[in-house]
C-alpha cells in the first residue's frame, strides 16, 4: 500500500505559457502530458481567476424485484460531462470558439474582429487543458466538446466582460475526457 504524500496533493493552476488550447477536431489529441502540441491547437490566452470547473452529471434506473420490490441492479442511463470557464482575451481564437469561424472576420491590416452572434449550434472542436497540479508534475485534459452555453457578459466597468463557456464532452469511443499526469521532477 502506497504511503500518503502531502507534496502530490493536487492543486491545479494554469500555466504561465498558456492553459486552454483549442483546434479542429482533424487534429489529434495528445496521447500524454508533456508531448508538444500540434501547431493546429490555439492558445485563448487569459481565464478568469476562477479557473476551470469539470463537472459530472447522470441518472441511473434501480431495477427492482417484484418480490419486496428491492432494489436489485442500478443501471446508469446518462452520463454528461462538462468543462466551463472564462476566456477574458477579446482575440481571434476566443471569438471563434464563441461563435465560429463563419461568424468571425478578422482585418488583415489591422487584426480587427466582426462578430455576428447568433444562436445556430457549434461544431465540436478538441480542447487541451494544461495544468501544474503540484510541484514536480504537469498534466492535461483532453476531450473532443461542444459548446452548449455561453454565460453572461457584464458591462459594469468592475467584472471581466468575458462570458463563461460551458462545454459538453463527447464521447470517443466510450470516453468523454482523458487525463494525462507526469511527473516531472
Known sequence: MATPDASKVMVLEGKVTGSIFVAPTTVALPTDATTALAQDFKSLGFTSDEGITIS????????????G???VRNIRTEFTEQIAFTPVECNEEVAKLMWG????????TTGNLTIRHHGRSMKPVHVVVECVPFVGAVARYCA?????????????????????????CLAVDGTTMVEHVAFTA
Open 144 to 168: 473532443k466538446v461542444q459548446l452548449t452555453e455561453r454565460g453572461e457578459q457584464s458591462g459594469n466597468g468592475q467584472d471581466f466582460a468575458g462570458r463563461e463557456l460551458t462545454f459538453n
Open 69 to 71: 420490490l428491492a432494489e
Open 101 to 108: 469561424d463563419d461568424a468571425v472576420d478578422v482585418a488583415q
Open 56 to 67: 459530472e452529471d447522470g441518472s441511473n434506473t434501480p431495477l427492482r424485484v417484484w418480490e
